[in-house]
């Protein structure tokens, strides 16, 4: 974990922290729900597979994916988590990526903590783009990157293998406008 400030963000019911070994049985329980993962490209099996993520996630190698963990002010319990991945130093972008348990859905926490998340993004990295692919079928997750002020740019056909199956997934991006445009 290469990150030392955490991105600022304030919401009635949950907070972030730094994601940690101890969140696995909670991220892996709502991650394996069918209603999760249908609409998700992950292929987790059994815990172990969820337990090779994190091996990346403590890295300190400066591009090494970041995750966050989103947890309920009430009682601490991981309700989803968010961070980056495909970070290029070089060109200066990265792809976003979120889930979020069931029982929180509907509340506001995704398009919060993705605005949130993507301004530290900007601000903490230096990204000057962030992008996101999402599944075709994902239309909550499209409707939270649209929130965020992040455009459509197209369809990637058959851009991912997810649980064997060639799958459809839009590509959106946000620029950090203070330097895009500057």
């Known amino acids: 974990m290469h990150y030392i400030d955490l991105p600022d963000f304030v919401h009635e019911l949950v907070a972030l922290r730094p994601l940690s070994r101890a969140d696995a049985a909670a991220w892996y329980a709502y991650l394996t729900m069918p209603r999760v993962l249908d609409h998700t490209s992950w292929d987790l099996r059994s815990m172990d597979d969820l337990m090779q993520k994190f091996d990346a996630l403590e ?8 995750r966050l963990a989103i947890v309920r002010h009430d009682s601490g319990a991981l309700v989803g988590t968010i961070g980056f991945h495909s970070i290029s130093l070089l060109h200066k972008t990265v792809e976003i990526a979120y889930d979020l348990a069931p029982a929180v859905w509907g509340k506001d926490i995704a398009p919060a903590v993705c605005n949130a998340v993507a301004e530290w993004g900007f601000s903490y990295l230096g990204a000057v783009r962030i992008q996101a692919t999402v599944l075709d079928s994902n239309t909550r997750s499209i ?23 060639p799958r459809n997934f839009w590509i959106y991006s946000r620029l950090d406008l203070r330097v895009t445009e500057a």
């Open 143 to 165: 409707r939270v990157l649209e929130k965020c002020g992040f455009q459509c740019e197209g369809l990637l056909r058959s851009f991912r293998m997810v649980r064997g199956h």
């Open 59 to 66: 890295s300190l190698d400066p591009a090494s994916e970041i």
